[in-house]
């Protein structure tokens, strides 16, 4: 990666590559910071240790991530939507031998615990906190060696499967280049544009879509912290001419912009959406916005991006070029040079999720139409068997979603003594509207069996690191209806 360092600050058009709450920076100013975190770290000898990340603030993020691949580390980067419960499940599993932390963020005092954590597992740790990301305090604990990997590993990124269970993807630094080139093509991306980026920064498309910008020498205007109010002045004082984000998350930018600053969301000339199915009709809503365009991304962590389509049309997706697949009893199979490598400490898992000749499973259920497009039809793990009948969720979502006071639908399948899985539907509604007017909608237009049993209405629909939480939607179902239909 650090040949990557040197690819990322090749092109001078545009001297501020980076903007964020706390101002702007330069491809100097993050050379600069990069060499700090050198100067840092380089008596840990890091070739071959994990080294934790919870830096929110982005410019010293993105200045640790090059630095420590550099010195031969494993970027192990940690969400600041954590709290103790993930953070000590996560670091029992990757078991980082060095962390870098913010003391507090978000009043939660991140430091202490990773210092309990670090005490209690009483092997060899180094923690460094810092309020400013400038001056650090540095703590070592004393035990028995951690294990050094014995494999360069760039990148261990985690991610939750649908039990909740963190997953450590495994990510090679050579998978960016093709995220950063098929992130260029499909956004069009030059030099001169202001790129207002939303998402997870410790996720795989939240790296690749930062790398991106900065590799174009294009301004990516990145918001470290949730503040929709701010979030739009700060896309008006940059100009921001495109958006990558997610479909929920670009929603709530609209409706806070069309109430305060109009003007932002106009002049965007190209929205790049990912992390969420879309219904067909998505871009029509926005009616401030009739000349920008509108894409949508197909992609997982393990297998990056895979496929985009126009949301100004139907939503039926293409391959990217240098991305092949295949269909296996409907389910959708992909190699590609962005897919991860393994899952860590997982060969179980890896094993079911990777063929033998490094197919991977998406768990996607897709078909292909005339035109040899693909549209998505559904997750295999998702299909709820009720009565002996297969109920594809993502039908349901759409059907519901057609209605004129429905503002989002997510459906999911909870055990039922009876059936199997009965049908549960969470509901955001704006307008007048109750459960009898949606349960009529539904049995008007949908088969019977797949009328959802259940509907629930509720004020907003969960999303963890960009994409919707069905987990917690089914925990709390659980525990707050017995998981019955009551």
Known sequence: MSKL?????????????????SGDYTAQNITNMIDHYVELLKNEKLAGKKVGLLIPTIPSYLSLVLAINQLGGTVVPLSWQFRKEDLLSVLSYLNPHIVLTVKEFDHFSFADVFHSWAKDSLEKTV?????????????SYGGKERPIETERIDFICCSSGSTGTPKGLVIGAETLNFSIQILTEQNKIQPSDRIFLNAPPNAVFGI???LTGVYNGARVVFPDRFDFPNMIKLMKENNCNKLMSTP????????????INPDVVKQLELVSLTGEMMTEGYAEQFDL????????????????????????KKIEFTFYNGVDHKISDNELLIKSPSAFSYYYLNPELTEAMVTQDGWIHTGDLVQENKAGKFEIIGRKKDIIKKGGQQVIPSEIEQHLSRHKHVKQAVVIGTPHPIFGEQIVAF???????NKEELFYFCSQSIARYKVPDVIELIDDIPVSQGKIDKISLRKWYEQTRGGVKK
Do not use: H
């Open 248 to 259: 929920s998350i670009f929603k709530a930018i609209y409706q806070v912009a069309k109430a």
């Open 5 to 21: 360092r040197d690819l990322l600050f090749r092109k001078n058009e545009n001297p501020i590559v980076l903007t964020t709450f």
């Open 289 to 312: 916005m009739k000349d920008c365009a509108f894409f949508g991304m197909y992609g997982t962590s393990e297998i990056g991006g895979a496929m985009f389509c126009d949301l100004r």
């Open 127 to 139: 923690i460094y906190e810092s309020t400013d990301c400038k001056e650090w305090e540095v703590k």
């Open 208 to 210: 690749s879509a930062l």
């Open 427 to 433: 509901v955001v509604t704006e307008g007048e509207i």
